[in-house]
């Protein structure tokens, strides 16, 4: 079965860090670029961070530059997202997906894979 599942979600204080894991299963991450999401209740998906299949170009949303950091490890097939300086606007469902293409994109449709999410909450 082919599929994305994310970890690392939790509660965590303001200033507080995580880091969420994506990890593929049933199929290699090498040739996809992932993108992170997040999604609050009334609010559509967005996205937070992307990095492509190489590796050698990523996206940060303006509200978590900085702050925020992804990687991958193709070996572990596995994507991961580094959360430091949380604030309480962070807190948010977490989402990852997989496109299979060299580049990653901002459209939700463009994805071919997504996991099924993970919850942050930053809260004191």
């Known amino acids: 079965q082919l599929q994305l599942v994310e970890s690392g979600g939790g509660l965590v204080q303001p200033g507080g860090s995580l880091r969420l894991s994506c990890a593929a299963s049933?199929?290699?991450?090498?040739?996809?670029?992932i993108g992170w999401f997040r999604q609050t209740p009334g609010k559509e998906r967005e996205a937070v961070s992307c990095?492509?299949?190489?590796?050698?170009?990523?996206y940060y949303a303006d509200s978590v530059k900085g702050r925020f950091t992804i990687s991958r490890d193709n070996a572990k097939n596995t994507v991961y997202l580094q959360m430091n300086n949380l604030k309480p606007e962070d807190t948010a469902v977490y989402y990852c997906?997989?496109?299979?293409?060299?580049?990653?994109?901002?459209?939700?449709?463009?994805?071919?894979?997504w996991g099924q999410g993970t919850q942050v909450t930053v809260s004191s």
């Open positions: 049933g199929f290699t991450l090498d040739y996809y670029s």
């Open positions: 997906a997989a496109v299979w293409s060299p580049t990653w994109y901002l459209t939700l449709d463009e994805y071919n894979f």
């Open positions: 990095i492509s299949s190489s590796d050698t170009n990523t």
